[in-house]
């Protein structure tokens, strides 16, 4: 019989529920995983609560977060609420020794990131925080090649996280371009990209940053012809340094007309290089070097069961992962640590590396300089 | 409270585990449909049942599926085991009053689907039948643009679907090439996009075909010396004619040295055009005609939340379905048309015409000559 | 210094145009070869070819195309005519001893074409006629990767031409679709790819083909409402062997919504394949057996260096060749095949054998049968 | 009868052919133009501009380009030797009064290359400089779009130039990587993309940019073990700001494994995007902001005869333009301007105004931090 393991989530928005339905669908691909036991959820709202319990299976529901952290049959707590939320919760949650997953961004700056991730490294527990896009077997496959060797020495990098959802310059102004929650588009999504490089070649050692706001104003709500003044980045364009010793630029930007998922990068070696899109996620682009001129070039690799996990979702090649499988790997992962007592990836010292170059980027930025880390 | 609604699964192979998860995320994905519960599974093996049942979470395991046709709590069975088994099987649960949803192909030959669906006609039962990639949002926008006339009148179909698994000569001879089991590319896949054209465009008038063994001899085990004579077809070629009044081709191909998923068509119309491949399924490209010809070209549409049912999976655009996800919606709607009543797609009687096409097309080879449906 | 060679061309059109530009560019392309005088041009009106001739740097200009055959200057005769004139003027042409390059199709039938391919065999002149698409080193490259055995055995062709340009049925009736012209999108534009199936994979052995017209009528001229009714194809499929073993498909389509240069194959054979579109005719995809499962994939070769003769036009990998380069390199072969007595291709007989697929699939179109050639 | 011109060409190598070969298809290509008189070839090596002239057919062969200066026939250099024996050339050009055809980069500095813009200015000759990937119908397609508003206001630009041809560590030490010739990746394909940038959007008012040189040495000769180091960029990154508001990265890459023209860019407005890309010159992507959801994407736009001057080359879209015929272009403009004492672009000033941003990139890397132009 498979052990069972009680799980908590905050919170019952989009995140909420990727992570019930991640939780859920974890035993059915990972057969030996620790098997989770959805034992509550909460919510501000108590009806809400109640209805996501219904929705997917909890088994208790609460409009107060606080009263999970008493519950012994309560494990792991899932923080999926707005980012100026985490800290207090995640720091609560260690406190009371659950194991914490936290969605990202963890912070809105690099010291309450540092704090939090003090705190659970001193009580032991085991964290991850949510940047799924690294889960997906083909970039295990990037970050191997690279690893091995295949690559050669890595001599460049380029990196875009491009979305379009925030481009029109009449959406409100919200939370998401208030400053007080760490917000723009490099904290909302630059971040996959910067934790993306991180992931692929290793801590970053310098920025040279320039943020940028494209719509200077918006709305304060809907129609209104009141406007508020935006501060932070709709753009952000960083040349980084990495402490292997190559060097490489990253793009933010959440006001890029038409593109609703370009997350991409083209990694150069002496060897080889990689291209990868998050637009099409289940390939990857391969060129070796030294093979036949005649019939040399980049290679459309496809994911296959070649490409653990990708063969506990489907056998067979060509049939491809879905967003949501990324989720369920990333908790697979999550509980495997716990489990094991073994790292995980991206836990809170991960996601506070990350915040550290957010944080040097907005410093390089305003100050003209390029910042080590 | 959700309703709930009892499911039995027989087999528990590749698709037995794909119904499984698919009954599982029902729930999640699409809050208002009947909640299944997972009754009981049977394997011919009562061991293996007893795992799939741990593991999937059923209530109980069997090795005789002809006890789950008793039990009062199953309202549906879904019938995963090899093809040749399909029709007792699937007329045992008619006969027993169970909606039955079966893996495709229903039946070796077109005379046996329309004894199974007759039964299930008669007996007034909901059946489906698993041809899920047609369940692809980007599949029903697809559908929708020709039946509003978006495409004006459609004057071409190009329909392929090419795997290379068969395509090794020393893959020994196995069920798959049994003619008794109706095998061959056209039956194993080739019926994938025959069903797609009549999804599409509506019934197959005639047929003309070629049906061609590329390795005609295979291993009778594997690395044995003997080899046993093959009478499949490994690629298929079929020239058709719709009852709407357009024509197109049609190809099976499961030797096609490096494709793993080549589900592809190409439908030409006098207003527009759209090219698909499963290759990449979360897109669509769309030419309209009457553009700009400074501007028009074949757009790459995105699948998104305004392609329903994308966003029971993920509110944003951009973050794609896997093919675990086509299997859920296949699932939950066929729980919507036992709820309400109400018509499937593709059921038995869908079932039965692909088939009646690709026994023409046997036929067609056989005697050199185009055969009318 | 470098030895010439006079060069007549008959007509001034689009294609009279091509070949005028072409003769020009070839010795600056390639510098050992004979150097075209551009000695006459010709054209029904003496005025167009004057005009022609002070364009494109003629020596003299004619309205009756038959005194070029006396010019001891003219050693060969480019006919860029329509379709209905060849013969004539090649028997002429051949008669006085010239050598004759004549765009296709050559004639409207395989009968025709027979008796302009004996006539120039007997007379010992070369000929070439315009297929040029096949002069791309990126076509040399695929075909000498098929003769070498690097894809293996052949088990499988698919190709297509398709384009829009007949597509709105409001195009008047014209020589285009005129039968009398051996008119049709098979005879038009599906002898490019027929050829082209010839030119990788040998001769057809036999031909299982459908042919349909889809604007069944057009107006007499411009926006007039008296309609004449059309005969000849705007879609043709053929299903076909190739005497070496392996089958395949064919379509031609000129009715093909959105598409402008859809002229595309895919091969595939035991050891590999090989994807080519003329949409983008310095690339070839090329998938290689065998290799490590993690990176296998196709490989996008771009046309370089290493592809003869795309030197001759650029160093430099990446620059890409035009359609009027592929132009040049075609005249470029004519008259080295001349200098040298050397074999060209597709001279007459590889005109002729390609009409007699075209013919034998109109038969087998009416008559409903397969068709051995 | 058309008006003839004099031209002379200094310089023999990949480029002296270009030019020799864009004269001569100029005539062809565009009717109207100007016919160029292939006058003179001049070469350091007497006898290369001797078979250089035989070649291409000019009329005169010289191993001194002063002596072109004094010829009345002569109304047009072309100055194709390496960067550093432009300056000389080119003054003595314009003292004689000739229109000059310079390559890039005109000059190794902005100060040199100011001068020559000056003295080019006073003596009222005619200029253009070689930055000829912008002469192609889609760039020109591109550029409208913006101009004319299509796009609404541009929020972001982001341009590559990205090959491989450096590296390999072992290609020695050559006035490639000499900085007395102004050389680098940034200077020698990044000008292009910097262009680029500026005719799509016009003038950048501030660079902070960071070269690397990933090759630090490089043998002094083929197979030597002596190195030498190398002082110039392998990789250049830019964040730019045009004058308009908006802002930009730019790349330069000649060690990018795999690449051979990734010469790419994208650009991000109000309305809509453009993506392009010279691996596939003939092709634009176009997203076209407020369509219908439902349908809505990046369109695929084929270069083709609603994009001039394509038609001149091919009536027909879909045949596809080729690296030359860009170069014939862009004499054939270069001609107009002599011909109607029209402006042309990219002339002298312009090329001034790239080796400015080039210049600024160096400084800025150098120093540490933003410099406005």
Known sequence: MRREIGVAVIGTGFMGKAHALAYRAVPNAFPNSLKPRLVAVADVSEAGARQAAEQYGFERATGNWKTLLDDPNVHVVSITTPCSLHREMALAAIAAGKHVHCEKPIAPSASEALEMMKAAEAANVITQVGYNYIKNPILKLTREMIASGELGEVTSFRGVHAEDYMADPEIPYSWRVDPQNGAGALAEIGNHIVG?????????????????TVNKTRPVAPGSVERREVKVDDIARLIVQFERGCSGSIEANWAATGRKMQLEFEVYGTKGALLFSQERFNELKYFKAGADLRTAGFA?????????PYDNFTVAGGHQLGFNDLKTIEMAEFLAAIEHRSPTFP??????????????AIRSSAEGQRIPL
Chains 1, 2, 3, 4 share one sequence.
């Not at 490089?197 to 040279?208: D, E, K, M, S, T």
């Not at 459309?300 to 653990?308: F, L």
Request: aromatic content about 8%.
């Open 196 to 212: 993306m490089a991180r992931f692929l070649l290793g801590p970053i050692a310098q920025v040279n940053a320039q943020l940028e």
């Open 300 to 308: 459309r690799i496809e994911a296959g069961p070649a490409h653990p």
């Open 347 to 360: 836990d809170f010292r991960e996601a506070w590396e990350i915040q550290r170059v957010v944080d040097a």
